[in-house]
Structures are given as C-alpha cells and as structure tokens.
C-alpha cells in the first residue's frame, strides 16, 4: 500500500501571495512586449487621439489662461464675471437646459406611461411622433417655429396680432422637440426592463394604481430618469443652432462662444465661455463613465419578465393621452411646415407649388460637401474605431483605459470646444489645417470615434474571446488572426459605424460652424446661414434634403442592429 | 512528452496556479479535475500557451516552451464551447491550421475529408457551425485540432455543453479515437465520474495547487488528502489512532469507535498516531440486526434506484452504507435496527487538529 503520508504539499509562499497594484500594469507591459505590432498600433492610436481629442480641448483650456500676447492670466474670468454681457451667456444656458431637462424628461415619461402602461389604441401613433424629430438635423424646428411663430409667421399674419416666439418660448420649444426622441428611448427602456410582477405584487398587497406608480415605478425608474436627465441638460448646453436661429438675441454659451471668436477675434473670452460648457460636460461624463460604469449592461441583458400589461386608469390615463397628443401636434406641425415651406415659392405670400427651391447650385455644392466630408469621417472613425475596439477588449494594452476615455471623450466634449480647440491648434504651424476639407473630416470623425468603438465593444462581447484563441492555437499570428477571423466577424459594427458617423456628419453644427471656410460650406451650416438671412424656402429645401438622408441612414442602421443585435452608443 | 516543472502563474493578488509539477506520457490521456476555480483551466493554458508562467517551465518534447505563443506550439486546443469560426464553412474550419500553413489546396482538400471521416461527418463539409448539433459542432472543433497532428491535445471541458446521453457517447468516442490514433490528451473537467471513466491519470487540484496525482484506482482507493476522498465519491471519516507498535514490519492496526482495523504502516512516522479511516459507503454491508459485528440504527434513507443510500448511527457516529439492487430486499425505515459487517482493512490518512 502507498504511504499516503508521503504525499507532500508546497507550504505557501505568503510573500509572493500579497497584491500589489501595479501587478496589473506590469503584466499588462510583458504582454505587450510579445506582441510589438500591439503596441504600435496602439501607439498610433495614442497620438491621434492625443493630437485630436485631448490637445484641442488642452488648447481652449490654455487659452482662456492666456492674454492675446500668449502671457499668463485670470484676467480672462474676472473680465468674465465683471460684465453681465459675458456672465449672462452662463446664467441664460443654465436656465435653459434646467427647463429643458424639466419639460423633456417629464415629456419622456408622459410618452413611456402611455406606451407601456395603458391600452389606449393611440400609443403605437403616439410613440411613433415622439420618436419622429430622430430624423431630422436638430435646429430645422427652430426653422419652422420661425415660420410658424416668426414676427411675420403664420400666428402674427393669421391672428392679425404682434407675435414673435424667438427668446425664451422659442428655444425651450424647439429644443425640447429636439431632445424628446432621446429621453423618451431611454425612459422608455427602463420602464421596459422594469419587472411587472413587482407592480403586480404591489397591487396584490393592495395598492392602487397611483401609489403603485408613486411607491414601486417611479423609484424603480429613478436612476433610468436621472440618466436621461443628465444627457438632456448637456445636449441642450452644448445645442448651438437652436439658441442661434431663435434664441432671438439671447446670449447663450456656445452662440457668444461662436460670435466671440468669428465677429470680435476675441480668442481668450470665447476659450472662457467654451471652458463653462466642457465644465459640466466632464462632470456628467464622470458620472456617466466612472460612476456608472459597468451598469447600463444589467439593464441591456435583462430579459423583460412576463406579466400582463397594466393599465392606469382613467385619472392619470386622460391628462397623459391630452399631454402627448398635443406634443405630437407640434412635431407634426413642425415637419409639415418645413416640407410646405420646401415646395412652395414664398410661404404665407405666394402660395404655388415649386421645385426651384432644390435648383440651387451653391445648396447642392454644400450637399456634396456635406457628403464628401462624412464619408471621409466615416470612414476614419469607423476603422479606429474597430480597432480601438479590439485593442481595448482583447489585447492588453498598457494604458487601453486612457485609449477608451479620450474616445469617449470626443462625443462627450460640446462641439463648441471641439471646434474652437480645432481653430486654435491648426491655425498656426507646425500643423495647419484650417481652411481644408480635412480639418472638418478629422474633427468630425474623431468627435465620432466612440459611437464605431462603442459598436466594436458590444460585438466582441458577443463574439466568444475563446475563437480568436482558437485561430491562435491553429498556428495563425496575431495579425492572420485578425484578418481572418475578427475582421470578418465585425463587419456589421463596422457598417454600423460607419453609417451613424455617416448620418451625424451631414447634420452636425456646433463643431464645423467654426471650421467651414468660404467655399467649403456644409449642408447644415449653409440651412443656419440661410435661415438668418431670411431665405426660408432654400433653407426648408435643404433641410429636407438632409430628412432624407438621414431616413437612409436610420433604415440601414436598424437594418443591422435587428440582424445582428449590436448595441449602439448612447445608452 | 509534456512536462510541467514547478509552474507558478499568478493574478494579481491571487495565486491561480501554485508550484505544480507533473508528468504526461506521450500516448496517454491525463485528467486535470478539481472542483471550479482550482486552476485546472488555467494549467491547461499555460500548456497551450495562452498564459506565460511567472515562474517554473512547461517542457514540451524535451524543449522549454514557457514564451512560446499558442500559435508556435505543437499543441492543439479544443474549447469549451468548441470557438468554431461561425463566418467559415465546416471544411474551412477544420481546414483553417492549414490554410494558415500555406498547405497547397490538394492536400488541405485530402486531409480534411480524412479528417471529416475520422470524427464522422461525411457530406457535412458545407455546413455552417450554427446548422450543425452540440455533438456535431465537437466533433469538428477536434478534427480542426486534430488535423496539425499535435504533439499533444487539450480539451477543455469538452463534454459540458453535451446533454447526458450525448456526453457519455462523446467520451467512449474520444477514448477510442485517443487509443487508435495514440493520442496524448490533457482532458480537463470538473466532473470526477467523467474523469474516472476516461483517464490514464488523474491530476486532482485544489486552490491552485495538485492535491494528488495518481490512476484512478489509485486516487479512489488511496486518497491522499480528505479533499480528494471526498471528491472522488462518498467517504465516511472515522476517527482513529494508529498503534505505532511493530510499524517496521507489516501491516498496523488502527483503533477506532467501531473496533480495530487492520492498515498499511506510517512509513513517514511524523505523526502522533492521529488519523481518519475510510469506510466507501459500498464496502459496508448493512446486514439484519445481530447478524453483523456492529449494532446500528437507520437514521434515514434516500433511495436513488440502482441504491439505497442508508445513514446508520453506529456507537455515535453516522455512517453512510449503500446497499445495491434494492428490488431484492425490504425497504428499512428510519428507526429500524441493523448491522454493520465493516472491511477489514481499510484506507487512513493523517488527521490534524
């Protein structure tokens, strides 16, 4: 018989057991060191992001610091807050994004209480018009609201009365419209993924269907609310066409940023301003990434539990289904006037059907523009973006994080800054680039970047790691592995990508306003400069032109997520 | 063949892998088992080299291989859930190794159709992985390792994702594919029945570390460690104490609640005699009362079809006793006196405080 007492275990080595925390970093490094195309790669993908994300933003940041001589200052902000013509552009964005986020959140979950708690044959219709404003380039509601609310608009002519909606009414409208379609998908899916057997339980331990919604939905949905709370207040700081085409002379942040810069040269003060709007901006993207990092997927995942589809009752039912109805009037409203406002020759005054509005060569040269800068930034953001992707989930490059973060950064960040940071840094050697089709491709895609990363993270998280390994064990390098294997397998978030960032570059404002050069106008600036200047019909003309484009993209996008069930960013 | 020579592999501040040595024979097939987490996945990539070690050396073939990556080792994988390329056709996944090779199209074409005859899939070659069974989509994921002719084979967990019956035809299948093509395996599982069935050897590990290495006769009937006799089957763990009188010469006596036992000597001697006896459940024979040596009392009974599974109070201990083909006897209810005839000699291993 053996001697079982022979049998001898190594005593543990309680020093080597101890974790350090750079024990994490150092294996990430020896990792890396075996696979030397990683970390060129990932090198690249440093200094691009480094040259265009972080540098810009580092350039307003350095700038507001500075006088126009280039010396060390707080000169700037105490110039700031000594004068409410500046100040008052802080204190106006504030007060608008604070009754956006009131008005659209409350909005939202009007929506999402008759889609999914009410049988009423009017919810389908319902959440069709609130998702409807997705297609358009965000500021043509402020088009038609001047058409509609306009001094001369079709209230004041028709009711004989002195009108004008710009100002406050105008831009809390218009942007409300804007940002509903947002707010209501991110409610929506929370009240979705919600389970209803804990309502049903709450009903059971008798309840009634307002201190259900009181005591166990509305708390359930808290944290859902306050997500979309938080985007909603940061797309309506960072909103520039809105406040620009109705605002009505109202100073905001990123308009008096904007003016700052173009009309008086005032670098210093507009990198103020601009610095008032990234401030929130990371606060929000702190809470978004650092905070809640990791929990969106417990939602993403979550198979809705089967429970049979409450209804509210008639005392909440009524007030929601006259709340929403009227909203989805003014979206209807909205888009009808700036088809009408396309095919007729002058709106309210000659009242004939025409196409001369789509014969405008200089609109079609800024349509092509438009295109030629949005495939070119489609394609870069979707090919980093996929390779940023895999970088990040699957090879272990020192420092993927950071890599993460500043593409992250990119969509987080205002377009102001981004398009003032642009300005700042390549208008002067060793890299000039303003004045090019380039700069607005590079600013665009690299702005974009997140959205085919983010695409790329959600299909690797379905692709099974354990396949590339296979590929590995069957004799084929890292390189072969990617070619054969992660490449053809990603060509769906790839398409993905490449389409969104495709759609967002044809409509996009905030950021190219600063960097379009005569001649090398884009469709959206183009419809904000027509607008201004009165030239309604044009402007209704080209927006609809960008509908259209945008309806495309939007097909081809739920094309792929329904065929492959990626998960897009903004979530 | 494969060697594994003092291999440690951390994670952080956790020890996946802890100073383990270990043999595999070329031709044979050796079990790494353990129960979750114990580190026989990650034993069995640093083997195919998807892990580096922090320190020893995995030696394959004579040659030291610890920073060799996966795709320059003689080894090939087969996965958990078999990480078949779902973009490629059935033949281009079992071709793949050589395509990679650069293999010319003729030969690719003549090999793998050996191959698909091999695990069976004649005419399934156009298939994609989706439109094929579990037991299909395995067979495939082995004829793409097989193909390379590795020097040694890892499979992970292979059988898993099988349904009952399916698995245990898959392992049947394996052993004889092993034994005509004399095939060296490291199969890892956490399923001591799976791995008694269908090893040479058997690696037993726990916490990082190899508790025991042995075949599994060996293992079963010599646990070396509480550990591993409680997860190779049911043990009773009786308390003894070893007469340390005339150890030198044949076997010892160990005394215990339920008498003496007749044991292999402590040829290591560091002990003070504390020990544990095994009594396996089926090597008692629960007998009418006053039949048996030792008087009890069923404590209660679960009945599993091919065996009753008594728990009999003996002089204060509770003994499990299986008692087999129970269409043959009366049922005992709880309460009911019985007796023990308990073997003779037995198994102990060390007790410590």
Not at chain 1, 363 to 375: D, N, P, R
Request: hydrophobic content about 50%; glycine content about 10%.
């Amino acid at each position: 018989m053996a001697a079982p007492g022979g049998m001898s275990t190594v005593a543990p080595r309680a020093a080597a057991l101890a974790p350090r925390p750079w024990d994490g970093l150092l294996e990430d490094v020896r990792q890396a060191a075996r696979e030397p195309v990683t970390l060129v790669v990932g090198g690249v993908l440093a200094l691009l992001l480094l040259l265009f994300v972080l540098l810009p933003i580092g350039a307003v940041l350095v700038q507001s610091f500075q006088t126009r001589a280039g010396t060390f200052t707080l000169r700037n902000y105490a110039d700031f807050f000594a004068h409410r013509f500046y100040y008052r552009a802080l204190i106006n964005s504030l007060i608008l994004a604070t009754a956006t986020t009131v008005v659209v959140v409350g909005l939202g979950l009007a929506f999402t209480l008759v889609s999914t708690r009410t049988q009423s044959p009017l919810r389908h219709p319902l959440r069709w018009l609130a998702l409807l404003p997705l297609v358009a380039p965000p500021f043509i509601f402020s088009l038609s609201l001047i058409i509609l609310g306009g001094r001369r608009g079709l209230i004041a002519q028709a009711l004989g009365i002195d009108f004008n909606v710009k100002g406050w009414a105008g831009v809390l409208i218009a942007q409300t419209i804007s940002f509903l379609p947002l707010a209501y998908l991110i409610v929506e899916n929370v009240f979705v993924s919600l389970s209803g057997t804990l309502e049903e339980a709450a009903t059971d331990l008798g309840a009634d269907q307002w201190t259900v919604l009181r005591t166990v939905t509305l708390p359930l949905a808290t944290p859902g609310l306050a997500k979309a709370a938080l985007l909603v207040f940061i797309m309506s700081l960072a909103d520039f066409g809105n406040p620009m085409l109705i605002g009505g002379g109202r100073g905001f942040l990123a308009t008096d940023a904007y003016l700052l810069l173009i009309g008086e040269q005032n670098a210093p003060m507009a990198s103020v301003l601009a610095v008032f709007l990234l401030l929130p901006a990371l606060g929000v993207f702190a809470v978004h990434h650092v905070f809640l990092r990791g929990r969106a997927f417990t939602t993403i995942t979550g198979t809705p539990a089967v429970a049979t589809r409450r209804d509210l009752g008639p005392a909440l039912r009524w007030p929601l289904l006259a709340v929403c109805l009227a909203t989805g009037l003014v979206i209807v409203t909205t888009f009808g006037l700036v088809v009408m406002g396309a095919f007729t020759e002058v709106l309210l005054i000659r009242n004939r059907f025409t196409l001369e509005h789509f014969q405008s060569p200089i609109g079609w040269a800024a349509v092509t523009t438009s295109l030629k800068m949005s495939v070119g930034a489609a394609t870069i953001a979707a090919t980093l973006g996929l390779v940023l992707a895999y970088l990040i989930t699957r090879r272990r490059v020192p420092g993927r994080t950071a890599l993460e973060f500043a593409a992250l950064f990119g969509l987080a960040v205002p377009g102001t800054v981004m398009g003032l940071g642009y300005i700042l840094l390549f208008n002067t050697p060793p890299l000039v680039l303003t004045g090019s089709l380039s700069i607005l491709i590079l600013n665009t895609a690299f702005r974009e970047l997140s959205v085919g990363m983010e695409a790329g993270i959600s299909k690797l998280h379905q692709l099974d790691p354990s396949i590339e390994e296979a590929s590995r064990a069957l004799g084929a390098g890292l390189l072969a592995t990617f070619r054969r294997v992660v490449v053809p397998l990603m060509g769906s978030a790839f398409v993905a990508g490449f389409v969104y960032t495709f759609m967002v570059g044809t409509i996009t404002v905030s950021a190219v306003v600063f960097l379009v050069a005569p001649g090398m106008n884009l469709a959206a600036v183009y419809i904000l400069n027509l607008a201004e200047t009165g030239a309604i019909g044009l402007a209704c003309a080209l927006a609809v032109v960008l509908i259209a484009i945008v309806l495309g993209c939007l097909g081809l996008l739920k094309l792929i997520v329904r065929r492959t069930g990626l998960v897009l960013g903004g979530t | 063949m494969l060697a594994l020579d003092a291999v440690t592999k951390r994670y952080g501040g956790t020890v996946a892998v802890r100073d383990v040595s270990a043999e595999v024979p070329r031709g044979a097939l050796v079990t790494f088992v353990g129960p979750s987490g114990c580190g026989k996945t990650t034993l069995l990539r640093l083997v195919g080299g998807f892990v580096e070690p922090d320190s020893g050396r995995v030696i394959l073939d004579g040659e030291v291989v610890n920073r060799h990556p996966p795709n320059r080792r003689a080894t090939g994988m087969v996965f958990q859930n078999y990480a078949l390329f779902p973009h490629l056709s059935v033949f281009e996944n079992i071709a793949y190794g050589l395509r990679i090779r650069r293999t010319p199209a003729d030969e690719v074409r003549r090999r793998v159709m050996e191959m698909l005859e091999v695990v069976q899939l004649q005419g399934l070659g156009d298939r994609r992985p989706n439109q094929l069974s579990g037991g299909q989509q395995q067979r495939v994921a082995l004829a793409r390792a097989l193909i390379l002719r590795p020097k040694v084979l890892l499979l992970d967990e292979p059988l898993s994702n099988l349904d009952a019956h399916l698995r245990l035809a898959m392992r049947d299948e394996l052993r004889r594919l092993q034994r005509t093509l004399a095939l060296t395996i490291i199969f890892v599982t956490h399923d001591q029945e799976e791995a008694m069935a269908i090893s040479d050897r058997i690696l037993v590990m726990r916490g990082g570390r190899l508790e025991q290495a042995g075949t599994p006769q060996e293992i079963y009937e010599h646990p070396a460690t509480e550990f591993v006799a409680r997860f190779v089957g049911q043990a009773n763990f009786v308390a003894a104490t070893l007469d340390r009188a005339g150890q030198e010469s044949g076997p010892s006596v160990a005394r215990t609640a339920l008498g003496e036992f007749e044991v292999a000597p402590d040829a290591g001697s560091r002990l003070d005699g504390a020990a544990w006896v095994i009594l396996r459940p089926e090597s008692i024979d629960l007998l009418p009362a006053g039949a048996g040596v030792v008087a009890g009392e069923v404590v209660s009974a679960s009945y599993v079809g091919a065996v009753v599974r008594y728990t009999v109070r003996v002089r204060g201990e509770q003994l499990l006793v299986d008692q087999f083909d129970p269409q043959r006897r009366e049922p005992l209810r709880e309460g009911a006196a019985v007796s023990l005839a308990l073997p003779r000699r037995v198994h102990w291993i060390p007790r410590t405080a």
